[in-house]
């Protein structure tokens, strides 16, 4: 929602209100200009982090405070927090940053203010409007430690100008791919992700429609006959019909493929479509289709996740100011707005609405609902230490791409994670 006058004018009482249990402080640390000091907030380089910062005047002229935001990579801004929240810095007051990637070791660590009681005493943000699956990846234990702000799910990028129709099936997106890649043209397949831990997320939907996942039973997954599917398939695909170096890519070096016309197919996060269509980046912006991802031997199971929320430096010394922002941020009308703008929200509100429906191309928002229908809940294994996780994991994608043995691979890998598994529920603990 958007604050109101009478709303800022709590925002300088409003410690007094709540009290410091109420977010579950640990000691402040060293001084960060005080309670009145400039509101420091750490956002990601993304589309709803734009489409935000545009707007941050209209918080300041009705809070009366100075907002001083920080943009980094997704990398960057990780590790600004690892230092800083380990030497217990209160210079940092709202934190842009992954549920899935951050919450469990950043809460276990005690860095992360708690929110329960703020949303339970704040009608107006509603609470209950958010996404279950949305809310569940932000809560450990029943505790809340940050409010999503961004959901986003798989989509699949086709040129329209040479292909009919889109595939439905993982089985035909490879053949039809295989068909047009005519690299000496510079044409390719398929584009996607392939660096080691970096290809995990976008991954999962493909072991997911195999029929696998990362952990089953509280045990490793990676080298169930269905993950080994995953893994060849994957490695196949982007083999015989991607980009020569697909092991070195992320999403920054698979964008700008795409959008130079240089591949018939791209899957990626569907909240940054606009990176892949921008007629001022995109050569075949006007040309590009959107649709859901393709079906596996186990149907279209993609991930559909809150990738980004806001959460409060537990150390902040102005943790009031700071709901006040994120409440402001991400409340019921700033989301449909942002959604308005075409960046995805975690709010069913938002979602029901056909006007702000109305603001992605029809094919995507087609898209975008097959996924939340269908979509599995994480994009990476649930453990505390994710980044070695993913490293470990994504190791058989790097061995199938480069034509390596990937059986051995995935089981070599499956041995690792599952001491790792180990250790890890020995940390889980808040």
Same mark, same amino acid.
């Given at each position: 929602?958007?604050?109101?006058?009478?709303?800022?004018?709590?925002?300088?009482?409003?410690?007094?209100?709540?009290?410091?249990?109420?977010?579950?402080?640990?000691?402040?640390?060293?001084?960060?200009?005080?309670?009145?000091?400039?509101?420091?907030?750490?956002?990601?380089?993304?589309?709803?982090?734009?489409?935000?910062?545009?707007?941050?005047?209209?918080?300041?002229?009705?809070?009366?405070?100075?907002?001083?935001?920080?943009?980094?990579?997704?990398?960057?801004?990780?590790?600004?927090?690892?230092?800083?929240?380990?030497?217990?810095?209160?210079?940092?007051?709202?934190?842009?940053?992954?549920?899935?990637?951050?919450?469990?070791?950043?809460?276990?660590?005690?860095?992360?203010?708690?929110?329960?009681?703020?949303?339970?005493?704040?009608?107006?943000?509603?609470?209950?409007?958010?996404?279950?699956?949305?809310?569940?990846?932000?809560?450990?234990?029943?505790?809340?430690?940050?409010?999503?702000?961004?959901? !986003?799910?798989?989509?699949?990028?086709?040129?329209?100008?040479?292909?009919?129709?889109?595939?439905?099936?993982?089985? !035909?997106?490879?053949?039809?791919?295989?068909?047009?890649?005519?690299?000496?043209?510079?044409?390719?397949?398929?584009?996607?992700?392939?660096?080691?831990?970096?290809?995990?997320?976008?991954?999962?939907?493909?072991?997911?429609?195999?029929?696998?996942?990362?952990?089953?039973?509280?045990?490793?997954?990676?080298?169930?006959? !269905?993950?080994?599917?995953?893994?060849?398939?994957?490695?196949?695909?982007?083999?015989?019909?991607?980009?020569?170096?697909?092991?070195?890519?992320?999403?920054?070096?698979?964008?700008?493929?795409?959008?130079?016309?240089?591949?018939?197919?791209?899957?990626?996060?569907?909240?940054?479509?606009?990176?892949?269509?921008?007629?001022?980046?995109?050569?075949?912006?006007?040309?590009?289709?959107?649709?859901?991802?393709?079906?596996?031997?186990?149907?279209?199971?993609?991930?559909?996740?809150?990738?980004?929320?806001?959460?409060?430096?537990?150390?902040?010394?102005?943790?009031?100011?700071?709901? !006040?922002?994120?409440?402001?941020?991400?409340?019921?009308?700033?989301?449909?707005?942002?959604?308005?703008?075409?960046?995805?929200?975690?709010?069913?509100?938002?979602?029901?609405?056909?006007?702000?429906?109305?603001?992605?191309?029809?094919?995507?928002?087609?898209?975008?609902?097959?996924?939340?229908?269908?979509?599995?809940?994480?994009?990476?294994?649930?453990?505390?230490?994710?980044?070695?996780?993913?490293?470990?994991?994504?190791?058989?994608?790097?061995?199938?791409?480069?034509?390596?043995?990937?059986?051995?691979?995935?089981?070599?890998?499956?041995?690792?994670?599952?001491?790792?598994?180990?250790?890890?529920?020995?940390?889980?603990?808040?």
């Amino acid at each position: 929602m958007m604050l109101k006058r009478r709303d800022a004018l709590r925002i300088l009482g409003l410690s007094a209100v709540l009290g410091s249990s109420a977010l579950g402080l640990a000691g402040c640390g060293r001084s960060s200009g005080g309670a009145n000091g400039p509101l420091r907030v750490a956002m990601v380089n993304h589309v709803w982090t734009d489409a935000v910062r545009s707007k941050i005047g209209e918080f300041e002229d009705l809070a009366g405070r100075r907002v001083l935001v920080s943009t980094m990579t997704s990398d960057q801004l990780s590790n600004t927090y690892n230092v800083k929240l380990n030497a217990s810095a209160p210079d940092l007051d709202v934190m842009m940053y992954r549920p899935l990637q951050e919450q469990l070791l950043f809460a276990r660590n005690g860095w992360l203010a708690e929110l329960d009681d703020l949303l339970a005493e704040d009608a107006d943000y509603d609470w209950a409007d958010v996404q279950d699956a949305a809310k569940d990846r932000v809560t450990i234990d029943g505790r809340v430690f940050g409010v999503p702000v961004v959901t !986003e799910r798989p989509t699949l990028y086709y040129r329209r100008d040479l292909v009919d129709a889109p595939p439905t099936t993982l089985t !035909e997106m490879l053949e039809t791919a295989r068909r047009l890649h005519d690299p000496g043209a510079g044409l390719h397949g398929f584009t996607g992700r392939g660096q080691r831990a970096g290809a995990v997320s976008m991954f999962s939907s493909y072991l997911y429609s195999f029929g696998g996942d990362f952990i089953v039973d509280g045990r490793s997954g990676v080298g169930t006959p !269905e993950a080994l599917a995953a893994y060849e398939y994957y490695g196949r695909l982007l083999r015989e019909t991607g980009p020569i170096g697909s092991t070195n890519m992320t999403l920054e070096q698979i964008t700008p493929i795409f959008a130079q016309g240089k591949a018939v197919f791209a899957i990626d996060a569907d909240a940054v479509y606009q990176n892949f269509i921008d007629p001022a980046t995109s050569l075949v912006g006007d040309r590009t289709g959107f649709a859901a991802f393709p079906a596996g031997p186990a149907g279209s199971r993609p991930f559909n996740i809150p990738s980004w929320g806001l959460t409060i430096n537990v150390f902040s010394e102005r943790r009031d100011a700071a709901w !006040e922002f994120i409440r402001w941020a991400s409340g019921p009308e700033m989301t449909l707005r942002l959604q308005n703008e075409g960046v995805p929200s975690a709010r069913d509100s938002a979602w029901a609405d056909q006007e702000s429906l109305a603001s992605f191309p029809p094919d995507l928002a087609e898209s975008m609902a097959a996924g939340i229908a269908t979509g599995v809940g994480a994009d990476r294994p649930d453990v505390v230490q994710v980044g070695r996780a993913r490293d470990i994991v994504g190791r058989p994608i790097v061995a199938s791409i480069l034509g390596d043995d990937v059986a051995a691979s995935a089981r070599d890998a499956s041995e690792e994670f599952d001491d790792f598994l180990v250790r890890d529920a020995r940390q889980r603990q808040l």
